[in-house]
């Protein structure tokens, strides 16, 4: 059964980091290309971060870049999203998924709230 698990959200300060982990487990992980989505109420889902498979690559979105960083280790099946310098507008659902060709899976997603 594939799955992916989100975990490590919360509530956190302006200024603060976080970094919540992804578990993925039931495909090839290492095959796989990994990104971090965030969703916003009222918003649509947008694009965060994404890495290759052997995670030589990584895309940040312009409102991220310098910010976050996404990494992965292939040998735990777990895809990171380093969040630092966390602003008020930050506050939203956090997806990770993975793609391969036509194949893609979504975790259910983490929330986080940057407020203090």
């Known amino acids: 059964q594939v799955q992916l698990v989100e975990s490590g959200g919360g509530l956190v300060q302006p200024g603060g980091p976080l970094s919540p982990p992804c578990a993925a487990s039931?495909?090839?992980?290492?095959?796989?290309?990994m990104y971090w989505y965030r969703q916003a109420p009222g918003k649509e889902r947008e694009l965060v971060a994404s890495?290759?498979?052997?995670?030589?690559?990584?895309n940040y979105a312009d409102s991220v870049k310098g910010r976050f960083t996404i990494s992965r280790d292939n040998t735990k099946n777990t895809v990171y999203l380093q969040m630092n310098s966390l602003k008020p507008e930050d506050t939203a659902v956090y997806y990770c998924?993975?793609?391969?060709?036509?194949?893609?899976?979504w975790g259910q997603g983490t929330q986080v709230t940057v407020s203090s």
């Open positions: 039931g495909f090839t992980f290492s095959g796989y290309a």
């Open positions: 890495i290759s498979s052997a995670g030589g690559d990584t």
């Open positions: 998924y993975a793609r391969k060709m036509r194949y893609n899976y």
